[in-house]
């Protein structure tokens, strides 16, 4: 194997690893016509963690009066409800630092908002977007990289969908992949000393 072909695998490796986006929509939380996780406890969605005050709900027309004035998610049944008008905080679960390109909102039952999105890390401001929302949903383009805490902030009730995430791997990983390329980079030095 060429010496180009061997350091070509772990940067293709790297090249995957950061390539992973998620898309939260919450359709997995819950059965159709309920409420999701109740509040006081949070819930955790693709490995992320949401404030005690989140629940996922069923905004569908067969919701009941959860989905009124909301007409479903933005995609599927299901949207997060920051119960109590208390800022929702998202981190990932256990630890480490994640971008988020962009998500959905709405204001429950169509009711006008104001606020704000927030990307924090150790807790610095990262960056911030104002918000203005109600019905229909509206996306909001974040662009925020390098994050550990989401916030969104409403002057009421929101609905949030389809959190687009892309998750960066810690710090340790990366270290691994060099001592991987490290070790090959040696191994084919003592196979080329050989052939010479």
């Known amino acids: 194997m060429k010496l180009k072909q061997l350091l070509l695998i772990p940067f293709m490796l790297l090249v995957s690893i950061s390539a992973s986006a998620t898309i939260i929509d919450f359709d997995s939380q ?3 016509g309920t409420f999701g996780p109740s509040s006081g406890a949070g819930f955790v969605d693709s490995g992320f963690v949401f404030s005690t005050n989140m629940d996922v709900i069923d905004v569908s027309e067969t919701g009941g009066w959860w989905g009124t004035g909301t007409g479903g998610g933005h995609s599927g049944k299901f949207a ?3 119960n109590y008008g208390d800022d929702m905080f998202m ?3 256990g630890g480490g630092s994640f971008s988020v390109q962009d998500l ?3 204001g429950w039952q169509a009711e006008w908002q104001t606020g704000a999105v927030i990307g924090w ?3 610095s401001l990262v960056d ?9 949903w509206q996306n909001v383009a974040l662009n925020f990289a390098n994050i550990d805490t ?8 929101f609905l949030v969908d389809d959190i687009q995430i892309n998750s960066t791997s810690v710090p340790e990983s990366s270290s691994l992949v060099l001592m991987a390329i490290a070790l090959a980079g040696l191994v084919c ?3 080329r000393k050989q052939n010479v």
Do not use: C, D, K
């Open 104 to 106: 959905w909102l709405h």
């Open 128 to 136: 911030m977007v104002e918000v203005s929302f109600s019905s229909p």
């Open 30 to 32: 819950v059965a159709p």
């Open 91 to 93: 981190t990932q679960q």
């Open 80 to 82: 997060a409800l920051n």
């Open 150 to 157: 989401l916030q969104i902030t409403s002057s009421y009730y």
């Open 121 to 123: 890390f150790n807790g």
């Open 189 to 191: 030095l003592r196979r």
